[in-house]
T-cell receptor
Framework: GEDVEQSLFLSVREGDSSVINCTYT??????LYWYKQEPGAGLQLLTY?????DMKQDQRLTVLLNKKDKHLSLRIADTQTGDSAIYFC??????????FGTGTRLQVFP | GAVVSQHPSRVICKSGTSVKIECRSL??????MFWYRQFPKQSLMLMAT?????????EQGVEKDKFLINHASLTLSTLTVTSAHPEDSSFYIC????????????FGPGTRLTVL
């Protein structure tokens, strides 16, 4: 099967960095994504990375990709309380259907 | 980013009734839309791919007669949950695919269905 794994929960102090990890399965995936879901809402695309890249930085967000280990991470610098949400990684294999990770609940405390 | 709306945002119905959920892409045309289901504290599960002008493609284990999908225009897809039962209670999310140099899915805000 296709399982995209994430740790369930992460708790960080406001102002610290958060690192959310993801292990995907399909090496044919050309794009890998990070989505944010706030309670009772849909998904918001945060950032994405092409499979031929190792790193992508976008303001407070840094995405690292290790294709050899099929490992993706999202680093949020200077984490704020508004960053509290569930974060999903997702891969896009040749089928054009997104495969979502299990989701990581990020809690930011003052 | 592009905007995708869903209506209604929340619906409560009696067991045995049918419920229709609309998904609209407001500022772009979408030949492909997706319907997902999300259980509490779980990830999104793809139910079906909705294709404008043709039949939807359902994922394994999803009953096509139970979840009717109609993609009649380039901006509207509907999901009808027929003869709903309490086990159909869930959060339903649609997305619309915008095809450019980078294909991107834009997600609706979701519909919370509660079947009594």
């Amino acid at each position: 099967g296709e399982d995209v794994e994430q740790s369930l929960f992460l708790s960080v102090r406001e102002g610290d960095s958060s690192v959310i990890n993801c292990t995907y399965t399909d090496s044919s995936s050309t794009y890998l994504y990070w989505y944010k879901q706030e309670p009772g809402a849909g998904l918001q695309l945060l950032t994405y990375i092409f499979s031929n890249m190792d790193m992508k930085q976008d303001q407070r967000l840094t995405v690292l990709l290790n294709k050899k280990d099929k490992h993706l991470s999202l680093r949020i610098a200077d984490t704020q309380t508004g960053d509290s949400a569930i974060y999903f990684c997702a891969e896009l294999p040749y089928t054009d259907k997104l495969i979502f990770g299990t989701g990581t609940r990020l809690q930011v405390f003052p | 980013g592009a905007v995708v709306s869903q209506h209604p945002s929340r619906v409560i119905c009696k067991s045995g009734t049918s419920v229709k959920i609309e998904c609209r892409s407001l500022d772009f045309q979408a030949t492909t839309m997706f319907w997902y289901r999300q259980f509490p504290k779980q990830s999104l599960m793809l139910m079906a791919t909705s294709n404008e002008g043709s039949k939807a493609t359902y994922e394994q284990g999803v009953e096509k007669d139970k979840f009717l999908i109609n993609h009649a225009s380039l901006t509207l897809s509907t999901l009808t949950v027929t003869s709903a039962h309490p086990e159909d209670s869930s959060f339903y999310i649609c997305s619309a695919l915008r095809k450019r140099e980078f294909n991107e899915q834009f997600f609706g805000p979701g519909t919370r269905l509660t079947v009594l």
